[in-house]
């Protein structure tokens, strides 16, 4: 769910779509979600002095307290 | 939900207007997928075919704050009902359901992201820019009251012990409610120190009324 729900975030943000992909590596209570992008799309999710990947962490997370669960969040080059 | 219809008419134009009669449309509000542009045929009769479009309404910013916002709940699993009015280039989005707690996160910072998101969405790729509000159980005016009270409380304090009081780190939202707060109080100055995102107000004496006393 945590991983469906960044991939729509990012989606709605980017202008090619297609090419968001994320990567979910679970762990016992931690879950690293590792977000890739086109490369004119970084600064979609990236924003001015990381505005934007806060905002997408921020939410993230609140959905990953729900399940009790901690979430790392990557974006990736 | 957007509109869709589909019509006929001797010409495309024709098939236009009448679509958008039935939408109750005008021709900016919508989108025009010409099906088959028709045929007057020799003479208006050998071979005349009508002309075929589908006429849409537009993508509205409500539409995609809706889809964006209903999107991200159904993923986080939350029942959440979503009211829009739109308004002078604001949209005004109210969130009810339970668990509206984990919508608003720690000092409202999940509700500032969400907002902040759907702005982006709302935005992307127009020229007209659309302001965002989004609130949940009344959480942002009774932020407001709560702030309203604790920047004239300090301010007391700042004058009965003639000494500056630095804020906790807030957002640009919640700074300028500090500020125009206290604008109209001569006795005391407010400004912002350090950076996003741990920049905060000061309110200090006002130390240039007291010379001009």
Do not use: C, W
Request: charged share 30%.
């Amino acid at each position: 769910m945590l991983k469906e729900l960044l991939e729509v975030i990012a989606k709605s943000l980017v202008d090619h779509p297609m090419d968001v992909s994320v990567n979910e590596i679970e762990g016992e209570q931690s879950v690293i979600l590792e977000l890739r992008v086109a490369q004119e799309d970084m600064g979609k999710v990236i924003g001015k002095q990381g505005r934007i990947a806060k905002a997408i962490r921020t939410v993230v997370k609140a959905a990953a307290t729900r399940e009790n669960k901690r979430v790392i969040v990557e974006i990736l080059q | 939900m957007r509109k869709s219809v589909e019509k006929t008419g001797k010409t495309v134009n024709d098939a236009i207007n009448a679509a958008l009669l039935e939408l109750g449309l005008k021709r900016e509000q919508v989108d025009v997928y010409v099906i088959d542009e028709g045929n007057r045929g020799l003479f208006g009769i050998i071979g005349s075919k009508v002309a075929r479009v589908r006429v849409t309404q537009k993508e509205t910013s409500e539409d995609r704050a809706r889809e964006f916002l209903s999107n991200i709940f159904e993923k986080m699993n939350l029942d959440v009902t979503i009211k829009i009015e739109e308004k002078d280039n604001l949209l005004h989005i109210v969130l009810f359901g339970e668990n509206m707690g984990i919508l608003i996160g720690r000092r409202g910072e999940t509700l500032d992201a969400l907002q902040y998101l759907t702005s982006l969405v709302v935005n992307r790729g127009e020229n007209e820019y659309v302001r965002v509000y989004i609130d949940t159980e009344n959480y942002r005016m009774k932020r407001e009251e709560t702030l309203v009270k604790l920047a004239n409380r300090l301010a007391d304090r700042v004058l009965k012990y003639r000494r500056s009081i630095t804020l906790e780190p807030m957002n640009p939202y919640e700074r300028r409610i500090i500020h125009s707060t206290l604008q109209n109080n001569k006795m005391v100055t407010t400004y912002s120190i350090g950076e996003e995102p741990n920049r905060k107000v000061v309110i200090a004496v006002n130390s240039r009324r007291r010379v001009e006393m």
